[in-house]
């Protein structure tokens, strides 16, 4: 069988950008995911079921054995058909070349930075941009190769990161720019116009994947640095976290609060005062108003959170 537009993906957003493309652009021939059962073995970050769509859109679900595609069934499945496009869509994880070469049109995914391709490779992009304090993402749509976020980009767009976006308004920006970006892939597709650009002037360097246990809290570092920890693993991730008296205390939201009010007589991390259930907290070069967090103990002025 012969199919046009494949999407790959495992999560919501796969979902939404099914959704777009069927209703908005064209129609979505076939959705690759991956089956219940990989979830056994794997640790699958926001997965979620995607055979609904056969039955909301009529648009065929295959679901692999094998998140790397490598099973014999699925190897059998990409023998025995012939694609055009392909869209990558949270796929957290290398296509192998056996499958990238049974698209004439290739398959593309979607990666950011701060700056251009090659730089800025690997995991977490949108957490990682965030704690690091960047103020805008570049979101490249790349045709994949059998190496991880090669420069083999057909199209960009920029979005800022303002000093008010979580990683949750930043999932936000993201979905839109994609959407713009699959408009013009999908365009140049029915108009044989696909170009991409494959020469690029930037060096190599990567993000390395993120963990829950990343989201320690040090109060003995500066405000600007903890503010961005907490925003940039806020839900939907697991959030920032620290203990006090053993217990551990998730951090949701937080804001610098004063960082001229003398504090000296406070510790690093020590709850200042409380104030409808805020917490003022000092850090190493001011304070936090912490907003929004779970605890199992009651806090109280005076508590160390480290």
């Known amino acids: 069988m012969h199919y046009r537009v494949v999407i790959f993906g495992v999560k919501d957003t796969t979902a939404e950008i099914v959704r777009f493309v069927q209703e908005k652009l064209c129609p979505v021939d076939l959705v690759v995911t991956i089956h219940p059962d990989v979830l056994s073995g794997n640790q699958v970050?926001?997965?979620e079921g995607l055979s609904w769509l056969e039955d909301k859109y009529g648009i065929p679900v295959y679901e692999t054995h094998s998140y790397g595609l490598k099973d014999e069934e699925t190897t059998k499945f990409f023998a025995e058909n012939t694609f055009e496009l392909g869209i990558s869509m949270g796929?957290?994880?290398l296509l192998p070349g056996f499958v990238l070469s049974r698209?004439?049109?290739g398959v593309f995914g979607f990666h950011g930075n701060c700056a251009y391709l090659p730089f800025g490779r690997g995991r977490s992009p949108l957490n990682w941009s965030i704690i690091l304090g960047d103020t805008r993402f570049n979101l490249n749509l790349f045709q994949y190769d059998e190496k991880a976020d090669s420069p083999n980009v057909f199209a960009s767009e920029m979005c800022a990161i303002t000093p008010h976006d979580t990683v949750r308004t930043m999932q936000y920006?993201?979905?839109l720019v994609s959407k713009r970006l699959i408009a013009k892939l999908i365009a140049a597709h029915q108009a044989g116009t696909v170009s991409v650009h494959r020469e690029s002037r930037d060096f190599d360097s990567w993000y390395n994947k993120r963990t829950a246990?990343?989201?320690?809290?040090?109060?003995?570092?500066?405000?600007?640095n903890l503010y961005n920890l907490i925003r940039g693993v806020t839900r939907p991730f697991p959030g920032a976290f620290?203990?006090?008296n053993g217990?551990?205390?998730?951090?949701?939201s937080a804001h610098p609060f004063d960082e001229m009010l003398d504090f000296s007589m406070y510790a690093p991390g020590e709850i200042i005062d409380i104030f409808d259930k805020k917490l003022i907290v000092r850090t190493l070069d001011g304070s936090l108003l912490v907003e929004d967090y779970e605890s199992e103990v009651e806090l109280e002025p005076g508590m160390i959170l480290e």
Do not use: A, P
């Open 45 to 47: 970050s926001g997965y």
């Open 91 to 93: 796929w957290q994880r």
């Open 103 to 105: 698209f004439s049109e």
């Open 173 to 175: 920006k993201n979905m």
């Open 213 to 224: 246990t990343d989201g320690k809290l040090d109060f003995h570092d500066r405000t600007r």
């Open 242 to 244: 620290c203990f006090c």
């Open 247 to 252: 217990e551990k205390i998730t951090v949701w």
